[in-house]
């Protein structure tokens, strides 16, 4: 069979998959286990209940390294199609963070990248991570909060 990348006929094989897929009883949900882990010992992080699951808070250690990793579950947008709306990106993808606050300043997540943040793109309110998105804060930083606007997105089965 020829490779097929793009146009009607892959259209309909992904809405085929789709399809099948529902029939089975799968279906897509959003991911929201979100994580802050220390770079350095790989402890996780509490976290505390400041803002429910969108705008999750952690109260960091008295000694840390200044580097974290927001950690999340992953997702390629282009394998989640319904065939519908063809979507070619495909980039992995864990969480989209709006903004973050150290202690009670607000600050770009992009004056705080390491590494694993895709770049934000054009028209976008949020920088999305690899699911495991470096920062680095002062060490003197005792709170992050982060302002999450999306979750990877999986399939999942009822049983």
Not at 27 to 46: C, F, I, M, P, T
Not at 66 to 86: K, N, T, W, Y
Not at 91 to 96: E, K, M, Q, W
Request: one cysteine or more.
């Amino acid at each position: 069979a020829d490779l097929c990348l793009s146009g009607p006929v892959l259209r309909d094989i992904r809405r085929e998959i789709f399809s099948r897929a529902t029939a089975l009883g799968f279906h897509r949900k959003q991911d929201a286990k979100l994580q802050l882990v220390d770079a350095e010992s790989g402890a996780a992080v509490l976290m505390t209940a400041r803002g429910g699951v969108s705008v999750p808070g952690f109260r960091l250690p008295k000694r840390h390294t200044g580097r974290f990793v927001i950690r999340s579950g992953q997702f390629v947008p282009a394998e989640m199609s319904d065939g519908e709306v063809l979507n070619d990106d495909w980039r992995c993808l864990g969480v989209a963070i709006r903004r973050v606050k150290l202690g009670l300043t607000v600050t770009p997540i992009e004056a705080l990248a390491v590494s694993g943040l895709h770049p934000r793109g054009a028209g976008d309110s949020a920088v999305w991570t690899d699911g495991n998105g470096v920062i680095a804060v002062p060490l003197d930083t005792k709170f992050i909060g982060l302002s999450v606007q999306g979750f990877p997105v999986g399939w999942s089965r009822s049983c």
